[in-house]
């Protein structure tokens, strides 16, 4: 399977990655302290580095740095990589500063600095010998599509935009006469089927593919691992009754809504402190409420009030409901500020503690325009099956605004995407990415 695949090509990198901070931990030592390495010296340092490695994985996940999907040439990776570091290295000082009480006997400045350079050093090569390891025709994996449409050509195009990802591909307009045949000739070990499995002769001639160890496919399914979003034109009904069995997400229900509470509590005493200077600095630069009061609908179709720090002028949209823009004129300084940083969106704490949002879902939309996009768009309503969401997958990887049909659409794929694979670690991702972009200001 493409999915076993990609997790086994994942875990090399974390197995090589980890691996390889340790070596740089050990000749670290051994430029610093010479040859032996004393087992004293080793052991006082272990310990420590650890946990420093440990949070270094995490950084190296947030700035997906084990998405295959993303391409790495020398430039972007050497770039990416001093990035990250930089990153790193103040995380390190933040761990040692914190474990100094427990670690006197250590003084990790120099040693810090030797090894992070080493590192940086070891992990480039690593990377870059794994990258052209897996893109070799040697191993890579052979895809069949059988049918073109215009799905199975953006198919096409999105694995050959992603050679990491290790596919090869190759398209047939139709099913041949002999496919087992076909299939021996080329060494195919992926089918993917752009035509109605439901048919006879096609049904027929890839069950007889079978025997050859080759995993077969429907279209959606793999454009989906591909992709991580789903072709939303080319769903069925069906496609849901097959794929949000919501029974089955009752625990994970559970656990999130806890979770979601519990973090909404912490937050809002944090901004306690910060809420009284974000409500001056809104009322000195213009007039009008300091809070933003809009109507949003919620799950199954629910509407209730989510609130904001007032980032636009007064009376915005005296004319109407208005898509948002990029550089929207009608966003003051300080408000554009705070959708950078996120910092408006305080207030839907109190939306997430009644339980109208959570901290992960889809975007919450107006009313008035799900009432446009649900006769434009198929499926636009179910993405209401689940609460909506402070972050999300489509916030991470769609269109910046939802403020076309065609940007709607686009994001809807992801949406569904979530909804379907929605999980606490799949949350967990979305929340440390999200909180990567907050950092990065690229927020919109």
């Not at 040439?73 to 914190?98: D, E, H, M, Q, R």
Request: aromatic share 12%; proline share 4%.
């Amino acid at each position: 399977m493409p999915s076993l695949i990609t997790k086994t090509k994942k875990t090399i990198l974390l197995i090589g990655d980890i691996g390889l901070f340790y070596l740089s931990l050990y000749l670290t030592l051994l430029a610093r302290y010479g040859y032996p390495i004393e087992p004293e010296t080793w052991s006082r340092h272990l310990m420590p580095f650890s946990v420093v490695f440990f949070a270094w994985l995490v950084v190296f996940f947030i700035n997906d740095f084990y998405d295959l999907k993303t391409s790495y040439n020398i430039t972007t990776l050497f770039n990416s990589l001093i990035k990250i570091f930089i990153i790193n290295g103040a995380v390190a000082v933040a761990i040692f500063y914190f474990f100094a009480p427990f670690i006197d006997s250590i003084k990790p400045q120099r040693v810090l600095i030797i090894d992070m350079l080493i590192a940086v050093a070891l992990i480039f090569i690593w990377r870059r010998l794994f990258y052209k390891f897996i893109k070799s025709s040697t191993i890579a994996n052979r895809v069949m599509i059988i049918g073109r449409n215009k799905l199975s050509e953006e198919l096409e195009e999105q694995i050959k935009r992603r050679p990491q990802l290790g596919y090869q591909v190759t398209i047939l307009e139709n099913i041949p006469e002999d496919l087992n045949k076909l299939c021996l000739e080329k060494n195919i070990d992926i089918l993917v089927s752009a035509l109605d499995l439901k048919d006879g002769l096609v049904s027929r001639k890839i069950f007889d593919c079978l025997s050859l160890e080759i995993d077969v496919y429907n279209i959606n399914s793999f454009y989906e691992q591909i992709t991580n979003k789903i072709p939303v034109d080319y769903i069925e009904h069906s496609w849901f009754l097959e794929n949000l069995a919501e029974h089955s997400k009752k625990f994970y229900e559970i656990i999130k809504r806890v979770t979601d509470f519990i973090m909404a509590v912490m937050c809002l005493i944090i901004s306690i402190f910060l809420a009284p200077l974000i409500a001056l600095t809104i009322k000195l630069e213009s007039t009008g409420p300091i809070i933003f009061k809009q109507t949003r609908t919620g799950k199954n179709g629910k509407t209730f009030t989510a609130m904001k720090f007032r980032s636009m002028v007064d009376k915005a949209e005296k004319n109407g409901a208005q898509w948002a823009q990029k550089k929207d004129p009608r966003v003051t300084r300080f408000g554009s500020f705070m959708r950078k940083t996120r910092i408006d969106e305080i207030p839907q704490l109190i939306n997430i503690l009644k339980g109208e949002m959570s901290f992960v879902g889809p975007r919450p939309e107006r009313p008035e325009f799900i009432e446009i996009l649900e006769k434009e768009i198929p499926f636009y309503k179910e993405r209401l099956l689940v609460r909506p969401g402070l972050a999300g997958w489509a916030q991470l990887n769609g269109p910046s605004y939802g403020g076309s049909k065609e940007e709607s659409l686009e994001k809807l794929k992801y949406d569904l995407y979530y909804i379907k694979n929605r999980s606490l670690l799949l949350d967990l991702n979305i929340l440390l990415k999200t909180i990567k972009v907050v950092f990065s200001g690229r927020g919109q």
